[in-house]
């Protein structure tokens, strides 16, 4: 094996396909992206030069955007707040319970995550409607005066899409989170029992702190899956009501399909690309630096 | 060793290649129209050397991209294919259901080469295509096939572009915007038909109060939520949305049309959660009854008799005034535009799918006017009506032809900045959480882009 890795022939062997594929699957066409952005094209015809027109148009002229821009950060804030932390909660009590049935709630957590999008917005607009919604019926039920009309409210309809996100992809965060758990050597949790420290002092001043690596992994899955949300508002709202949810990859689309302004289409995207490495550099550089070795 | 990586790489760069191989030839297999565009005049040459023989033809196979969704699309195309299969049996159509997704996956079709033969067209296709030479321009042909001499007279507008060119076989006349509603609901809770605002309030109200949902309208659609803005519009100008598409007017004279909605809809107009529910919701609420009234194309009368029989019809549009009402009264929403069937210009077989797609649209006209009810198509017919029409499209009959103006539907605005900032406000009315100026405010935004 040494022998191979020495060799960086047979690196470059080995590594080359993957390398071609990638550069052709994902760069490329990034490399597109930021290309076109600096023209004036609706998709089809001839593109005109308009250097940082685009750019100048977005930052400066459209309101949408600014929308945009600011629901990708509630987007984001939400799948963080509410992601990792029930994520964390649930695996920990899966840990620390001794009971039967572990293996179906485990199961259970993490079903929501192989419904597809469209089955799991299908449902949640159900439970959001306004007049037969499950949500409006339990505040009904628990005698709280308390029913919204979830989705048509500009106000609460962002969050309330953001919530659906959360909940489809926790799962995710939960079985990341147990693994790094189960991960972690046992004689950490008895010499903190031996110490005297309680259950939640342990979670807090040890599993917590060498799942440092995890939560950077999961950190950067939350928000630049939240900067990158698309397909509930596509299902849930149509980016509506008005412009209430759209993010920077509903403005992109409504560019580009909508206003047949691909060109300014792809200046969206390109700025999300940008949020996106921008934001997995800052995670990189000021979270979990070092790397934890039990 | 040297042996071993030097096959190695071989074989991975014979995968490689054999899979980037194949999606070339998907590729190639996938634009064949296009490539073969360039000799697409010399296989229409063919083609009509062929037909005008009539005899010994190769099977012709058009790929057909139209709208196939509901029994008022399904069945007239039903119809003009199994008639096309007589007038032309050598030609086979290859339908693509045509998505409602604002011409998106038709305009991704264009992009990678895939467009088909014949495809259906409106204002915002037609303007996006001609630009990149994706449609054909038949002028030639609306005379050389004779369909220009079938259309009727009123709606010639449905034939001709705004740059004067012929771009689709239209089969849809002037249609317009029905304002429907359930009489018996009406008598039962002695609500009268209401001519002016404070009328439509009070019948609100009233039906509030018994829990009948006053307006089911499927205003997550956006194009329905443009029609209500617009049916207020007009009463205030005739040209309604035209007025800002085409005259360069601003939003701020349709302020109180606006602020109208915005107060009707916290009255309780519409239903709660009304910019989610769709059209078959909407459609349910009203035929169960459940709803008292309820706005959409005239093209669902047909439907609505079904359901409802004579329960339903459809009212003139209320106004400010008594005054206002008898004097915009014929001041309808709704309206056509060029569009129809459409031909893809770099079609193996031109000739043969320029001549299909006019055959088509006449006989999807033809099948709405003898069957469906509904007299308002482009094109005339000889043929016998063999469903009569139901008593609202009889009124409207009699009407259209007192009728003074018509504006537009969504579909039919020519300036996409201005109909996508439109539709965003409009939808933003259906809230409540809106007002007058916001909308005047995002509605000239649009317009100034």
Redesign the interface.
Known sequence: MHKYLGNK??IA?FT??AL??FT?VVFYPIVQVFYRSFFDW????QATFVGFGNYEKMFFKD?VFRTALFNGFIFALMLVCIQIPLGTLLAFSLTDLAMRGKRFLRISYFVPMVLSVTVVCQLW?SI????YGLLNKLFEALGIPYRQ?W?????TAIYAVAFVNAWHYMGYHFALVLAAVKSVPEQFFEAAKIDGAGRWRTHFRITVPLLAETYKFCLVLAITGGLNAFAQMFI?????????TYTLTYLMY?SA????EFGYGCAAAALLVLECLIVTILINRFVARERIVY | MKRA?SI??VV??V??SAA?GGGNNAANGGTQGTDSGSSSMNNAGEDTAQNGAGQQQEKIKLRIYAQYADDDTRTPYDYAVAELAKAYPHVELELEVQAQ????KL?TL??TGNLPDIFQSNM?IIA??R??N?IMILDDYVDILGFKSKMHQSAMNTLYADDGHVYAFPYAGNELVLWYYNKELFEKYNVKVPETYDELKEAVRIFNANGITPLALFA?E?WPDIALFDIFATRINPRGILAMDLDGEKADQFKPAADMIVELVKEGLL??????LNYDQAQSLFFEEKAAMFINGQWEIAASTEALGDKVDWMFYPAATKEDYEKFKYAFSGGGGPSGYSVNPNSEHLETAIEVAAFLSLKYAEYKYTHRGNPIVATATDKEIVVPYPPMMEKLAEVIPNITSTTAFAWGLSN??FK?ALE??A??L??G??DGDQFVQ?VN?GLEQ
């Open positions: 022939r047979a062997v080359l396909p071609i594929l052709v609706d998709g089809l015809g309101r607009l959001y409607n306004a007049e009309d989705l048509t409210n500009p106000k849930m709202t149509g980016g509506g009501p008005g412009t209430a409504r399909f909508r206003l047949n | 990586l190695l790489l991975a760069l995968f490689l980037c997704d604002d011409g998106q305009k264009a992009a915002d996006t295509f630009e990149s994706n997550k956006k239903p709660k959660g009304a910019i989610n996409t900045k996508a965003d406000a939808q933003m259906m809230t959480a809106y995002d935004f």
